[in-house]
């Protein structure tokens, strides 16, 4: 009998070690999107992240403006390799928490690279 509780305190005891440990050095995995969710850019990512995040400093006096109307062409093809999220440049400065973007915003940005980072 004292054995069977030892076991037992071992195994939940390890699989509680386990979920701590993968809780605090593995990053959350990012939120799915749906295959059949078109993300757009002009309202998605345009209006609904560079514009809150990123253009109070990437504006006129940065030489990466991200400002509507030329963001697109700033960004891609230098910084977006597009249907590649993992190796584009500007996906890779912002999991390092440049622009300080949520878990939420960076999947739009990498499911919108992941669909071929159109300029819709
Ligand atoms: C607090 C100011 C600030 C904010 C906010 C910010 N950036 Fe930046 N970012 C910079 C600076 C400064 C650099 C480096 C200098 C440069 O490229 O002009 C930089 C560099 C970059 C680069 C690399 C450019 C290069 O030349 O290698 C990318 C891509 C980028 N930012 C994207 C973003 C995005 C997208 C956001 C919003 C989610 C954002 N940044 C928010 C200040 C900022």
Same mark, same amino acid.
């Given at each position: ?5 030892k ?5 939940? *005891? ?9 809780d605090?050095l ?6 799915e999107?749906?295959?059949d969710?078109?993300?757009?850019y002009?309202t ?12 109070g ?10 400002r509507?109307?030329v963001s ?16 584009s ?13 949520d *878990?939420?915003?960076?999947a ?13």
């Amino acid at each position: 009998m004292k054995k069977i509780f030892k076991i037992l305190i071992i195994v939940f *005891g390890g699989l509680l070690m386990h979920s701590c440990y993968y809780d605090d050095l593995v990053e959350r995995p990012l939120p799915e999107i749906p295959d059949d969710q078109e993300i757009l850019y002009a309202t998605d990512i345009q209006v609904g992240i560079w514009d809150k995040k990123c253009t109070g400093c990437h504006n006129a006096s940065n030489s990466l403006d991200l400002r509507e109307g030329v963001s697109y062409n700033n960004l891609v093809p230098e910084y977006v390799i597009a249907n590649n999220a993992d190796t584009s440049p500007l996906f890779l400065q912002l999991l390092t928490g440049h622009g300080n973007t949520d *878990g939420n915003e960076k999947a739009f940005i990498k499911g919108w690279i992941n669909q071929g980072a159109k300029n819709n």
